[in-house]
Structure formats: structure tokens, C-alpha cells
């Protein structure tokens, strides 16, 4: 089992700033991807930031040159940078690491963490 755990959450005013962290723990190997997703109430999870494991990154057009994803790959760990943040970001933000298990593909999700931006 994988078990993720975000951090870095918080309020902020729009223009400013935050990171946040996701450490995993457990078993991990054939790791495809670690990612960032969205949600907001009433929608489904979206997509914001995702580092593939052959070193490209993916990102939400509405995030593009104002989130970074990173990765530490030795602690098994994901970032991500939001600058310039808009209300319009507001959500709960989870984690997501894609292993690749037999002939399948295994999503692994942290709790989330909140994330507000007021104008």
C-alpha cells in the first residue's frame, strides 16, 4: 500500500503565494507519474500539475506560468508552487501518484488539503 500525506495548505489573498508538499510512504515502484489535482464543490477532480516519469511535466491551462511542479525523487515526495494565486484556484488539492501494477494502472490519493484565495 502507498499512503500520502499533503501539507502546505492555507488561506491567502489573491496575488500571493503558496507550497505545498506531499510526502509518500510504503511500497513504491513503477512509479508513472506524481501529480497535483482539484476539486471544488459540485465538479469532478481536475487535473492542475503532473510530473511524468520520463521527466515531462503536464499542466491545467488555467495554471500555465504561475504553478511549478517538482519532485524529490529520493524522499518520494511532490511539490507544488502556486504564485500569482486567483480565487479562481480555490479548492481542496490532492495528491496523486499513478503506479503501474501488473497490467493496470493504481491511483493513490492523499486526504487533500484547502486551499482559499480571497480577492
Known amino acids: 500500500q502507498v499512503q500520502l500525506v499533503e501539507s502546505g495548505g492555507g488561506s491567502v489573498q489573491a496575488g500571493g503565494s503558496l507550497r505545498l508538499s506531499c510526502a509518500a510512504s510504503g511500497t513504491i515502484f513503477r512509479l508513472k507519474s506524481m501529480g497535483w489535482y482539484r476539486q471544488v464543490p459540485g465538479k469532478t477532480r481536475e487535473l492542475v500539475a503532473a510530473s511524468i516519469s520520463d521527466g515531462s511535466t503536464n499542466y491545467a491551462d488555467s495554471v500555465k506560468d504561475r504553478f511549478t511542479i517538482s519532485r524529490d525523487n529520493a524522499k518520494n515526495m511532490v511539490f507544488l508552487q502556486m504564485n500569482s494565486l486567483k480565487p479562481e484556484d480555490t479548492g481542496v488539492y490532492y495528491c496523486?501518484?499513478?503506479?503501474?501494477?501488473?497490467?493496470?494502472?493504481?491511483?493513490?490519493w492523499g486526504q487533500g488539503t484547502q486551499v482559499t484565495v480571497s480577492s
Open positions: 496523486n501518484f499513478r503506479l503501474r501494477r501488473g497490467v493496470i494502472d493504481a491511483d493513490y
